[in-house]
């Protein structure tokens, strides 16, 4: 069958941002070449240990130069391994799907078959510290629920994250919208949404008690009044799937 009509019109190919591929590069021969010095330099050491002061001073003269290559040879591999990953990811995107290729390995999701985005966000720091911050999404299919995680050390991110959700997004929101025409609940990961309320594990807030729906931080907040005390969750965005449609329902039905 020809690709152009199982995959559609081509649209856009995505590598791995160009820098950062350099900067594994730099640091594979940076390491390698400190590996070897450090081989050399144990071989040196053996060599004048052996010739000046015979068998018993070896172990002295190349246990140092030994632990730094037994120190370099595991980061090697980790950064050798980091460069070939990332030069070998692209993602294209057609008018019928996306592909993912890692390598000769390729994963074909059908926009139709797509039936949750979650949008995920991992912190790097120490004690409130952050120093990186790295987004991403996560696609759930209806394929033996199948996921799929596009990183943002791909190029052009946020081109690509927003071609994904405009050729999903609709489709679910019809679903959506037909299951508020005829009063059932939709089910947002830990939040159930109504026409009358919104459910978060088990309890019932009716829209009137809802103050205030923010995005903030990669945190969902949402803010109620119970018993003359206002009160918040907060919900981590990766747990909530289709984030963008549940904000706007709950702020279009909360009026916050």
Not at 115 to 134: L, S, V
Not at 157 to 181: C, H
Request: charged fraction near 20%.
């Amino acid at each position: 069958m020809d690709k152009q009509k199982t995959s559609g019109r081509w649209l856009q190919e995505y590598r791995v941002r160009k820098n950062l591929v350099r900067l594994y590069t730099a640091l594979t021969i940076l390491t390698m070449l400190s590996l070897v010095g450090s081989a050399g330099w144990a071989l040196y050491a053996w060599y004048f240990s052996y010739v000046h002061y015979g068998p018993a001073a070896i172990w002295n003269w190349i246990k140092n130069p030994l632990l730094l290559s037994a120190l370099l040879l595991p980061l090697l591999l980790l950064f050798l391994a980091q460069w070939n990953r990332l030069s070998q990811i692209r993602v294209r995107t057609h008018t019928r799907g996306l592909q993912i290729l890692r390598g000769q390995k390729k994963i074909n999701i059908p926009w139709d078959a797509v039936q949750e985005i979650y949008t995920t966000a991992t912190q790097y720091g120490i004690n409130g510290f952050i120093w990186k911050k790295k987004a991403g999404i996560r696609l759930a299919t209806n394929t033996a629920r199948r996921e799929v995680t596009l990183e943002a050390d791909l190029a052009e991110f946020e081109n690509l994250v927003q071609t994904v959700k405009s050729s999903i997004y609709p489709r679910i929101g019809i679903a959506v919208d037909k299951l508020l025409a005829s009063d059932q609940p939709i089910d947002f990961g830990p939040l159930q949404v109504s026409t009358r309320s919104v459910s978060v594990s088990g309890s019932s807030i009716p829209w009137e008690d809802v103050n205030t729906c923010t995005l903030n931080n990669g945190r969902l907040h949402l803010t109620y009044l119970q018993k003359d005390r206002e009160r918040t969750i907060r919900l981590r965005s990766a747990r909530v799937p289709n984030l963008d449609l549940c904000y706007e329902i709950l702020k279009k039905m909360s009026g916050a």
